[in-house]
């Protein structure tokens, strides 16, 4: 049985790749940065999620919800160190990806952003926002 959405969907041939709508991940974070930086980094980049680096490989993905829960929990943003955060190791995707597989991928694991990675190297980062743009033709 398929849905309205499946049929709606164009084939994972048809879509483009994750190269095609990835954003440079040029802001990232440090393990041991405090919640308050990484608050600060995502307002001046712009930017609802960083990915935490170490030795330039992706180890986490903060998010501004990591954020808002520590705040709603009654922490100390600027005590409170990244690596303080329940440890989630990041699901990650590779440049030749299709949209259409990146969207499963994020739903299967219920995120909303994901790293770009060649091998072990971060090459850039995608959200729910750019991997479905085109998918509805935007």
């Not at 041939?13 to 919640?35: F, K, N």
């Not at 990591?66 to 709603?72: G, N, P, Y």
């Not at 690596?83 to 969207?103: M, N, S």
């Not at 994020?106 to 991997?131: A, K, Q, W, Y």
């Amino acid at each position: 049985m398929t849905s309205d959405v499946d049929t709606a969907l164009p084939s994972s041939s048809v879509a483009p790749t994750v190269a095609d709508v990835m954003r440079p991940a040029v802001t990232t974070v440090e393990p041991g940065a405090h919640l308050a930086g990484a608050a600060y980094l995502m307002k001046h980049s712009g930017d609802n999620a960083l990915v935490v680096t170490a030795n330039s490989r992706p180890v986490a993905v903060v998010t501004d919800t990591d954020i808002t829960q520590a705040v709603a929990d009654g922490r100390n943003l600027e005590e409170t160190r990244i690596t303080d955060l329940p440890k989630r190791e990041p699901i990650v995707v590779a440049p030749d990806t299709d949209v259409l597989a990146a969207v499963r991928t994020m739903l299967l694991h219920r995120i909303h952003h994901l790293p770009v990675v060649e091998g072990d190297r971060l090459v850039g980062i995608v959200d729910m926002t750019d991997v479905c743009r085109p998918l509805v033709g935007g």
